[in-house]
């Protein structure tokens, strides 16, 4: 069955450290792998989206994302974290004719100044 | 208009009652999908309308809910007999081209 794990469910970082968020998936084919950031208030933005080619993505905000085929995961990062990135992270894999979407159960990230 | 809008933004209805919740889609995206997002939990697919094509409802988690889309305008989500496991906030979501979901603001649904 598909599915998507993001085994952190909270996570606290310093203004200025490095930030990655754990995604991993299950899925029969060929992943569209998404991260999507969902702040107070606001709607579901997406980061960044992975369908083929170069396994390392970049995305808005200075977000990068690496796709690993053998570990089934999809990790987001970010080098330097700024206060305004506080929000809820959510990992999601596309079926494949998009009819669908698995979301991950959310990331919330705390950044202490 | 700019983005994908939902009404109503909150809704809070007595346990037993039906409600509609309405999203009016970016123009021209064709493919337009329902999800519930129960409180810290993820986003749980309902349903996805793409043009003219036959719905696929495998998400829907019981014949309580349907929903209905006419060609590429409105779609409106129906819950008859709400139940309080029915609380959620419901998002709905448009897709271009690029298979990039533009999510609306969500309806929060409460169930007295």
């Known amino acids: 069955a598909q599915s998507v794990t993001q085994p952190d469910i909270h996570i606290t970082v310093s203004e200025g450290a490095s930030l990655e968020l754990r995604c991993n998936y299950s899925?029969?084919?060929?992943?569209?792998l998404f991260w999507y950031v969902q702040s107070p208030g606001q709607g579901l933005q997406l980061l960044l989206k992975y369908f083929s080619g170069d396994t390392l993505v970049q995305g808005i905000k200075g977000f990068e994302a690496e796709f690993k085929r053998s570990q089934s995961s999809f990790n987001l990062r970010k080098p330097s974290v700024h206060w305004s990135d506080a929000a809820e992270y959510f990992c999601?894999?596309?079926?494949?004719?998009?009819?669908?979407?698995?979301f991950g159960s959310g990331t919330k990230l705390n950044v202490k100044p | 208009g700019a983005g994908v809008s939902q009404s109503p933004s909150n809704k809070v209805t007595e346990k037993g009652k039906d409600v509609e919740l309405r999203c009016d889609p970016i123009s021209g995206h064709t493919a337009l999908y329902w999800y519930r997002q129960r409180l810290g939990q993820g986003l749980e697919f309902l349903i996805y309308?793409?043009?003219?094509?036959?719905?696929?409802k495998s998400g829907l988690p019981s014949d309580r809910f349907s929903a209905e889309r006419t060609g590429e305008s409105v779609s409106t989500l129906t819950i008859q007999r709400t139940q309080q496991e029915d609380s959620a906030v419901y998002l709905c979501a448009t897709r271009d081209r690029h298979y990039e979901q533009y999510f609306g603001p969500g309806t929060r649904l409460t169930v007295t």
């Open positions: 999601a894999v596309g079926a494949y004719n998009f009819n669908k979407f698995y």
């Open positions: 899925y029969g084919a060929t992943p569209y």
């Open positions: 309308f793409q043009g003219n094509s036959a719905p696929d």
